[in-house]
């Protein structure tokens, strides 16, 4: 099955700065990568997700980059804020996958004002 | 809020026992997906369902087990529970048009068990 390596698993950055969390997945045929934002005592919320067929996506201060033929992708905050502090999951699911969802470890990322 | 609820909200339980938590997905969601988020393991997803049917399953124990209702609600049930079993249950609901899941996710407040 798909194995999905999250990293750094904390950051911290100060504010204004940007931030990167990179992601390895294993299964070529994923082809769907979702981000999720969990704030403390919170549910995840889906914050970008990118498509296999479309190399970058962005979204005011965030993007996601994919890169298939290394089979890696990466969230980009810039202009970090205070309230992007929160732990990041990354995901990869495919249909002949299963449809099943594969997350990353998270990364805890703390914005220092 | 993203219009999904779950009840309880905090469960408390002794090893052996069965429980059942429950979901409500937004109005007019048709799928329902159940994780399962510990310390040590991060986010596992366990299953999911459309329109009353199973469409994907994840690393579900054979002790769990899942259903949706005519009405769209699930419950997921966990029974002969072990103190590994402690954790927190998200559900989180889809629109359901794409078959293949790759549609925005909306996450439920979760259920916290504890197993004592």
């Known amino acids: 099955g798909e194995n999905v390596e999250q990293h750094p698993s904390t950051l911290s950055v100060q504010e204004g700065d940007s931030a990167v969390i990179k992601c390895t997945y294993s299964?070529?045929?994923?082809?769907?990568f979702p981000w999720y934002k969990q704030e403390l005592g919170k549910r995840p919320q889906l914050i970008i997700d990118?498509?296999?067929?479309?190399g970058e996506k962005k979204d005011q201060r965030i993007a996601v980059t994919l890169n298939k033929t290394a089979k890696h992708f990466s969230l980009h905050i810039t202009e970090t804020q205070p309230e992007d502090s929160a732990v990041y999951f990354c995901?990869?699911?495919?249909?002949?996958?299963?449809?099943?969802?594969?997350f990353g470890t998270g990364t805890s990322l703390t914005v220092i004002p | 809020d993203s219009g999904v609820t779950q009840t309880p909200k905090h469960l408390i339980t002794a090893t052996g026992q069965r429980v059942t938590l429950r979901c409500s997905p937004r109005?007019?969601?048709?799928?329902v997906y159940w994780y399962q988020q510990s310390l040590d393991q991060g986010l596992q997803f366990l299953i999911q369902?459309?329109?009353?049917?199973?469409?994907a399953k994840g690393n579900i124990l054979e002790r769990f087990s899942a259903q949706q209702f005519p009405d769209l609600h699930s419950e997921l049930n966990l029974s002969s529970l072990e103190l590994g079993d402690s954790a927190l249950y998200f559900c989180?609901?889809?629109?359901?048009?794409?078959?293949?899941?790759?549609?925005?996710?909306?996450f439920g407040p979760g259920t916290r068990l504890l197993v004592l």
């Open positions: 989180a609901s889809s629109v359901g048009v794409r078959a293949d899941n790759q549609e925005t996710q909306y």
């Open positions: 299964d070529s045929a994923s082809n769907y």
């Open positions: 990118i498509r296999s067929n479309v």
């Open positions: 995901a990869a699911t495919s249909r002949e996958g299963g449809n099943q969802f594969y």
């Open positions: 109005s007019g969601d048709l799928s």
């Open positions: 369902y459309y329109n009353g049917e199973e469409r």
